[in-house]
């Protein structure tokens, strides 16, 4: 009973929650890109630790966790179904707190890319939009399964790595890089549709049209394999056009091994989906990093 009154009469939230709410254990992404493309840009890093540790913390807690608040705002009602025990629907983020929490990081956000020079301000710009455009009406392209998890990609891939290595150079970065970026952003379509599988009541329940909604987890399954195969493939080909043969290898192993995952997870893709994410997907950054490594060298090429 005291548990309920104080969730009842809180008015400000608890750290912890407000923690939470901004959910650190999604920050990995964006902060793996933003490295990759430190790493493609074949800058030093020994001589840019600064500009390296502020991209990621943009990247991640700030931007990131930014979006993390202003969708649990917007889905407060979608989670109430289907985990009524998020920071907002439990009540330890009460009031409009999240909305202001998403509002304030967003401005903070933007601060910081202005830090980062023009690149950085820009693609801060961008993700911000991005974060918004995602989650809240009239737009809400979580709504749809294709546009949804296609932003997100392109949002926590694409657009960091091409940063980091723009903000790196000080330079827009040269096309190969922004093809492996946005391959690999493509690809992740795929990793934020098996995402989706954890909000597959609530969303069907609330009208989210996510693809394990509109297609059934079982096809859904599917498609998010073939969409996170696909792009990867092109990867290694293009190393292998781009004489790395080497690091191409390492790549096709490193696909080999989510292949063998996808198997597993297709056999139940509902109940899986949260295992592949937890195993086929360190394959997958793990190639996005021998990928960038290997882009170090095109200036030569």
């Given at each position: 009973?005291?548990?309920?009154?104080?969730?009842?009469?809180?008015?400000?939230?608890?750290?912890?929650?407000?923690?939470?709410?901004?959910?650190?254990?999604?920050?990995?992404?964006?902060?793996?890109?933003?490295?990759?493309?430190?790493?493609?840009?074949?800058?030093?890093?020994?001589?840019?630790?600064?500009?390296?540790?502020?991209?990621?913390?943009?990247?991640?807690?700030?931007?990131?966790?930014?979006?993390?608040?202003?969708?649990?705002?917007?889905?407060?009602?979608?989670?109430?179904?289907?985990?009524?025990?998020?920071?907002?629907?439990?009540?330890?983020?009460?009031?409009?707190?999240?909305?202001?929490?998403?509002?304030?990081?967003?401005?903070?956000?933007?601060?910081?890319?202005?830090?980062?020079?023009?690149?950085?301000?820009?693609?801060?710009?961008?993700?911000?939009?991005?974060?918004?455009?995602?989650?809240?009406?009239?737009?809400?392209?979580?709504?749809?399964?294709?546009?949804?998890?296609?932003?997100?990609?392109?949002?926590?891939?694409?657009?960091?790595?091409?940063?980091?290595?723009?903000?790196?150079?000080?330079?827009?970065?040269?096309?190969?890089?922004?093809?492996?970026?946005?391959?690999?952003?493509?690809?992740?379509?795929?990793?934020?549709?098996?995402n989706d599988f954890k909000a597959l009541e609530g969303d069907r329940q609330m009208g989210v049209n996510s693809l394990p909604v509109t297609l059934g987890p079982e096809r859904a399954g599917r498609l998010a394999c073939i969409v996170m195969a696909i792009p990867q493939i092109a990867v290694i080909a293009l190393l292998f056009t781009w004489g790395l043969s080497d690091r191409a290898l390492v790549v096709t192993g490193l696909l080999v091994l989510q292949i063998w995952a996808m198997r597993e997870m297709l056999e139940d893709p509902k109940a899986r989906a949260p295992w592949y994410?937890?195993?086929?997907?360190?394959?997958?950054?793990?190639?996005?990093?021998?990928?960038?490594?290997?882009?170090?060298?095109?200036?030569?090429?």
């Amino acid at each position: 009973m005291s548990v309920s009154f104080d969730l009842q009469t809180r008015s400000t939230p608890e750290p912890s929650a407000a923690l939470e709410l901004i959910k650190p254990i999604t920050w990995f992404p964006p902060m793996w890109a933003y490295a990759c493309g430190v790493i493609a840009s074949g800058v030093p890093v020994s001589e840019n630790w600064g500009r390296l540790m502020l991209g990621v913390l943009l990247a991640g807690p700030i931007v990131c966790g930014m979006s993390q608040a202003a969708n649990d705002w917007c889905d407060r009602h979608v989670d109430a179904i289907n985990e009524p025990h998020r920071p907002i629907p439990s009540g330890r983020v009460p009031g409009k707190w999240g909305l202001w929490i998403a509002l304030a990081m967003s401005g903070v956000a933007l601060l910081v890319g202005m830090a980062l020079g023009i690149w950085g301000f820009v693609a801060t710009v961008v993700a911000v939009g991005a974060a918004w455009a995602y989650s809240t009406e009239p737009v809400r392209l979580k709504k749809s399964g294709w546009w949804g998890p296609g932003l997100v990609g392109l949002s926590y891939e694409s657009l960091p790595w091409i940063t980091g290595t723009a903000v790196m150079t000080l330079s827009a970065p040269d096309w190969r890089i922004v093809l492996i970026a946005i391959l690999y952003g493509i690809g992740a379509h795929g990793i934020m549709t098996l995402n989706d599988f954890k909000a597959l009541e609530g969303d069907r329940q609330m009208g989210v049209n996510s693809l394990p909604v509109t297609l059934g987890p079982e096809r859904a399954g599917r498609l998010a394999c073939i969409v996170m195969a696909i792009p990867q493939i092109a990867v290694i080909a293009l190393l292998f056009t781009w004489g790395l043969s080497d690091r191409a290898l390492v790549v096709t192993g490193l696909l080999v091994l989510q292949i063998w995952a996808m198997r597993e997870m297709l056999e139940d893709p509902k109940a899986r989906a949260p295992w592949y994410n937890g195993t086929g997907v360190l394959f997958y950054v793990s190639g996005m990093m021998v990928t960038a490594f290997a882009l170090r060298g095109l200036e030569g090429l």
